[in-house]
């Protein structure tokens, strides 16, 4: 490590922890100093890992296994570190935020891996003088002021630990390529960033593409049989075990949260789902966002020179245009910020940053050309195009927290005050309430109560009488719920239920309804 590299490695640590402390004290400010996390999924981890800590392995209800989680590298992760750090809100901050940090560490080294050695790259750097340190340091710090980045840092999901591992991986795959060697190193990470996120499956089948493409085109497939067979079985001594389990509980390989939130398989993809992935694109910088869409024309009219240019940027650009089609037939969910594409976003700004130079290089126009690299500062003006939705996730960081607590935490009080610890409450977002009382849930999403997820498989007038039986075999005494969620079981059923209280929400930026209401049933289950 120079001097330069040194320097920059602390450039990254003071932006990371900048940006830290900056949504802080947005979270602060608009949750009127209460803090929290801005998603009830959180609070879902919380008492998956909580449960996993006590020998409850995978289990929400303690005694009843689940496939309820879509990440349960993290939930183990968050878990184990609970024995170090008790409360679970500074627990999985701290450690979304230093995987968030470890992301951009690594983002520069892998742009400093690629600019080095890519040929089509090396005149124009030596002539522009332009070293590839400094074009790596604001692809890094692209990254580290990305708004939505920085806030899945601070919303203690395992979005910026997934970013990691995907980096990871592919940085040692480039690290392969680069010294014509087939290192296990790859699979190892993108492994782990498979049960980190199942987007990371993605990941690997595209991984295990790239490798065999260029074992074919060097004729040394048969020598590395070996080293591909170790490959897969890291990836299925890692992945597998979890997938079965799901099997096991559910009959589906992955976990009910994929069905839950409308996951299925479509001919067609979703377009109002990319469209509206583009629009965040465009948010996060509008130059990067600009070169997204210019990377697939470049992609398509390169790839015939996959050797001569493309080798060590390939896996990252089938990742990041392949992930939101794949997402667009699959499961097209573009909630809580689209943040099921937030990893893409350090690879977007390499592939950007990338783009840039290979545009210069075209000398379209001389003049441009030269004022450019005359004026090598102006290469990070592109950084400031960030920092208007930068702040803006600052404050979404900061409303979204005061929304969960002015919700789902206001309510988990009200259980605690009102409902006995033996009695059992089916509510439609299980986090907060759930992990705050330890009490024991009807899941109304599904997610934890996959039956639910039978009874919605045609329509719920079809299956209305099933659920309300459900409830009523489990004797639940409260259901908590968004009225519009469950209309046509209110308007049959709801003769049956008290309304008893609720948390209404002024402004909501991130709940799944305005209003979350209790209500009492009348079942008298507990008599029968």
Request: contains cysteine; aromatic residues 18%.
């Amino acid at each position: 490590m120079n001097k330069i590299q040194y320097k920059n490695y602390i450039y990254i640590f003071s932006a990371c922890l900048f940006s830290c402390i900056f949504y802080l004290v947005f979270e602060y400010i608009f949750t009127d100093g209460k803090m929290g996390v801005p998603l009830d999924d959180t609070w879902i981890h919380f008492q998956f890992a909580d449960n996993f800590a006590k020998g409850y392995f995978f289990q929400y209800n303690p005694g009843e296994y689940t496939a309820g989680t879509t990440s349960p590298l993290y939930v183990i992760v968050l878990g184990s570190m609970s024995y170090i750090i008790k409360n679970f809100i500074i627990n999985s901050v701290l450690l979304s935020s230093v995987f968030y940090l470890l992301s951009c560490i690594f983002i520069y080294k892998i742009s400093l891996l690629v600019l080095k050695n890519d040929n089509s790259l090396k005149g124009l750097l030596i002539s522009s003088k332009i070293t590839p340190e400094f074009i790596s340091l604001i692809i890094a710090m692209l990254t580290a002021f990305t708004g939505r980045i920085v806030w899945s840092a601070l919303s203690g999901m395992e979005t910026t630990m997934f970013i990691f591992f995907c980096i990871l991986g592919i940085y040692y795959h480039i690290k392969n390529l680069q010294s014509g060697k087939f290192s296990l190193l790859p699979s190892l990470f993108i492994s782990l960033a498979a049960v980190s996120r199942p987007e990371g499956l993605l990941l690997f089948g595209l991984y295990m593409f790239d490798i065999l493409v260029n074992l074919i085109k060097e004729k040394s497939l048969k020598a590395n049989i070996r080293n591909l067979f170790f490959t897969l079985m890291i990836f299925i001594i890692i992945t597998f075990p979890y997938l079965i389990f799901s099997y096991t509980i559910s009959g589906h390989f992955f976990p009910n949260t994929f069905r839950g939130q409308g996951g299925g398989v479509s001919l067609i993809p979703n377009f109002n789902y990319l469209r509206i992935a583009l629009i965040y694109f465009f948010r996060d910088n509008f130059i990067t966002g600009s070169l997204y869409i210019f990377s697939l024309i470049f992609y398509i009219f390169s790839i015939r020179k996959y050797f001569q240019e493309l080798k060590l940027l390939n896996l990252m650009f089938l990742w990041i245009l392949l992930l939101p089609l794949v997402m667009s037939v699959l499961i097209p969910n573009w909630r809580h910020h689209v943040r099921y594409l937030i990893p893409l976003l350090p690879f977007i700004n390499l592939i950007a940053m990338y783009l840039i130079f290979r545009i210069l290089d075209m000398n379209i126009s001389i003049n441009l050309k030269e004022f450019m690299l005359k004026r090598k500062n102006l290469l990070a003006v592109l950084i400031l195009f960030s920092f208007i939705y930068y702040v803006v996730y600052a404050v979404a960081l900061g409303k979204n927290t005061d929304n969960i607590n002015n919700q789902q935490v206001k309510l988990a009080h009200w259980v605690k005050e009102n409902v006995k610890k033996d009695e059992t409450i089916a509510i439609n977002d299980i986090g907060a309430i759930t992990f705050l009382n330890k009490i024991h849930i009807v899941d109304m999403a599904g997610l934890i109560t996959p039956e639910i997820l039978k009874y919605r498989t045609y329509t719920w007038k079809d299956n209305l009488d099933s659920l309300n039986y459900l409830l009523k075999k489990n004797n639940v005494t409260y259901i908590i719920i968004y009225d519009e969620w469950f209309k046509e079981y209110l308007a049959k059923f709801g003769s049956e239920l008290t309304f008893i209280t609720s948390a209404f929400l002024d402004n909501n930026t991130i709940c799944g309804g305005d209003e979350m209401k209790v209500y009492k049933t009348k079942f008298n289950t507990h008599n029968q």
